[in-house]
């Protein structure tokens, strides 16, 4: 397939702004960028003018757990499958073709990748944990205990590490503070001791891994840091001292979920407006100082985009980082590609649109560098591995 008459994000396209060029996709790749001059064999896309991004990727989500499967099927896999199956071709809607699932019901995550990888279902590139390593934390009775293999103390951090990977997970995810998302539990409250994280870190770097934590409060965030966690989701009550600690290492890096936090208007309870509403503008301070000292951040939204709350049809991760942290358009469209892809492992793979690259692209009718709206909703096209898989201009 050739494309022509497009804009390219320099910083994401080895510098060119794409004036004059054309593209050929061949093999599921960006095989070429040439001159809009030279004669072509086969009819070309016409862009429009539209701006040509790499596909965004998500990577804090989940396929379930969040959304119609928390209760009553989280007991029938089929089921939970099913949803995760189903839910997964939307993030497609809104061009994102790589996700990172950090916790999913019996597996399901891992399932769907592999039904995605086989072509039997639609959807992005799944990067799956399978279940969350976590201490005792959610009654027998809660809806989410499909999720968590259940550990406590460092043996059986070692033994559950060991069976998420036996079972096809491609990093580890633990839980080191306490959830907002269940009602009892305590954002600010550590819940993992040392030896229990340090081993999760330590089995997963034999596998030729990494570990993800869920920390919320400052302790198990520095925990996190200094024990050699990839990533440290969420960070919301991140200190300037832990951030400081967090600058000092090569291999740890931040991926805020400001999205989750979103409250419908007039239609959440008084609960949820007032726990996550203060952990947003909490999220929103401390995270400015991290942004402000050059801290590169993964971009996340633990959200889903069939949600009834609408983060990803309303680009709610996307705004956020502008109005609550402040950060420039730029650097945003560069967290939801570029740096994110380099977080997980990809940065030679996805991430930019150059060649060699996967060809995984987004369309958007606008200059998102100068106007960050123009990528709050669905683009107008998208692609997948060379092939179109979206056009949403079709869309009554």
């Known amino acids: 397939m050739i494309l022509k008459n497009f804009s390219l994000v320099p910083e994401l396209s080895g510098g060119l702004d794409g004036r004059g060029l054309a593209m050929e996709l061949k ?14 064999a086969e009819a070309a896309f016409d862009c429009g003018g539209r701006t040509l991004l790499p596909g965004f990727l998500d990577i804090h989500t989940h396929l379930n757990g969040l959304g119609r499967d928390r209760d009553a099927d989280v007991n029938v896999p089929m089921k939970v499958l099913v949803t995760a199956a189903e839910l997964a071709r939307h993030y497609l809607d809104y061009g994102f073709t790589t996700i990172r699932d950090c916790g999913s019901i019996v597996r399901a995550s891992i399932y769907a990748r592999e039904l995605v990888q086989q072509g039997i279902i639609e959807g992005p590139r799944i990067i799956a944990c399978g279940q969350t390593v976590c201490p005792t934390e959610v009654s027998v009775s809660g809806s989410m205990l499909g999720m968590d293999s259940i550990s406590d103390g460092p043996d059986e951090v070692r033994r559950h590490v060991r069976r998420e990977f036996a079972e096809g997970a491609d990093f580890i995810k633990i839980y080191a503070s306490g959830s907002a998302f269940n009602p009892k539990g305590k954002p ?13 870190v330590q089995v997963s770097a034999m596998k030729g891994s990494y570990v993800a934590a869920h920390a919320h409060c400052d302790s198990a965030i520095r925990l996190c840091v200094d024990t050699g966690v990839r990533t440290i989701e969420h960070a919301t009550y991140l200190s300037e001292e832990t951030l400081n600690a967090l600058l000092k290492k090569d291999d740890c890096y931040l991926v805020p979920t400001l999205a989750a936090m979103y409250c419908n208007p007039g239609s959440d309870s008084p609960f949820w407006r007032e726990r996550l509403g203060a952990m947003l503008e909490a999220c929103g301070k401390n995270l400015r100082l991290a942004w402000d000292a050059g801290c590169k951040m993964g971009f996340g939204t633990d959200s889903i985009p069939a949600a009834d709350k609408g983060q990803y049809r309303e680009g709610i991760e996307f705004k956020y980082r502008k109005d609550y942290i402040g950060m420039s358009n730029l650097d945003i469209l560069r967290q939801a590609t570029q740096y994110s892809a380099e977080i997980v492992g990809l940065g030679d793979v996805i991430g930019q649109v150059r060649p060699g690259y996967e060809a995984d692209l987004v369309l958007v009718n606008g200059d998102p560098v100068a106007d960050l709206s123009v990528v709050y909703g669905k683009p107008d096209y998208v692609f997948q591995a060379g092939r179109l898989v979206r056009d949403n201009t079709k869309e009554a």
């Open 188 to 200: 600010l409250q550590p819940i993992m001791m040392e030896d229990e994280v340090r081993m999760a």
């Open 27 to 40: 093999d599921g790749k960006i095989a070429a960028l040439f001159a809009d001059t030279e004669p072509v």
